[in-house]
């Protein structure tokens, strides 16, 4: 059974850093493109990072380039999002999700996703 559980979120001030995980499990992580997307309840999902299945390729957001980092670990089976500089913008529910075999890119289809994780940026 595929699952993926996101982990890292929190409180944080203006300025400051978080780094979000995703853990998975139940397929071969590292045939799979990754995707970090944020959600604001009554907005359009918001797509921040993705990352190729074999780690060579990413792809930000324009709101988030320059600030947030993602990277892989295939042998622990994990996805991180080092968030720096956060904004109060920035305050979201927080998914990673598994793209389509074979696909990478800001369209490309979603097959699983985690429950997510709250990240909240005060003033």
């Known amino acids: 059974q595929v699952q993926l559980v996101e982990s890292g979120g929190g409180l944080v001030q203006s300025g400051g850093s978080l780094r979000l995980s995703c853990a998975a499990s139940?397929?071969?992580?590292?045939?799979?493109?990754i995707t970090w997307y944020r959600q604001v309840p009554g907005k359009a999902r918001e797509t921040v990072a993705i990352i190729s299945d074999d780690g060579m390729r990413t792809r930000y957001g324009d709101s988030v380039k320059g600030r947030f980092t993602i990277s892989r670990d295939d042998a622990k089976n994990m996805v991180n999002l080092q968030m720096d500089s956060l904004r109060p913008e920035d305050t979201a529910m927080y998914h990673c999700?598994?793209?389509?075999?074979?696909?990478?890119?800001?369209?490309?289809?979603?097959?699983?996703r985690g429950q997510g994780t709250q990240v909240t940026v005060s003033p």
């Open positions: 999700a598994r793209q389509q075999f074979g696909t990478f890119g800001f369209w490309a289809p979603i097959e699983f």
């Open positions: 139940g397929y071969i992580m590292k045939d799979y493109a």
